[in-house]
Nanobody, 124 residues
Framework: VQLQASGGGLVQAGGSLRLSCAASGNTFGNYGMGWFRQPPGKEREFVAAIRPSGGMTRHSDSVKGRFTISRDSAKNTVYLQMNSLKPEDTAVYFC??????????????????WGRGTLVTVSS
């Protein structure tokens, strides 16, 4: 499977964006999906993840209540709806696919396939 993220851009604080990650191939349904981000000058960090069935999600504390991960198996796409954006959300956002177990669902080690990032810039 290959991943292509899109939807990044420049938005004012308090605004919203929806990121999309389109997966090629017909095995999308076998993979857990995750969103990670890398702020300028910082290390990559976990944002959100969703199980293959879509029945379980996990969000980092920093985005809980503001961001929502979802997936559409018919479109082989995973989404990240981002509301109430803050300047500290500025980062390159990456989507990833893998078969993480519960303990690695929020860790980059659980994901083997990564897409190219999409830049989100939140102005104050």
């Amino acid at each position: 499977v290959q991943l292509q993220a899109s939807g990044g851009g420049l938005v004012q604080a308090g605004g919203s964006l929806r990121l999309s990650c389109a997966a090629s191939g017909n095995t999308f349904g076998n993979y857990g999906m995750g969103w990670f981000r890398q702020p300028p000058g910082k290390e990559r960090e976990f944002v959100a993840a969703i199980r293959p069935s879509g029945g379980m999600t996990r969000h980092s504390d920093s985005v809980k209540g503001r961001f929502t991960i979802s997936r559409d198996s018919a479109k082989n796409t995973v989404y990240l709806q981002m509301n109430s954006l803050k300047p500290e959300d500025t980062a390159v956002y990456f989507c990833a696919a893998g078969r993480p177990i519960l303990t690695t669902m929020a860790s980059a080690v659980g994901y083997k396939i990564w897409g190219r990032g999409t830049l989100v810039t939140v102005s104050s």
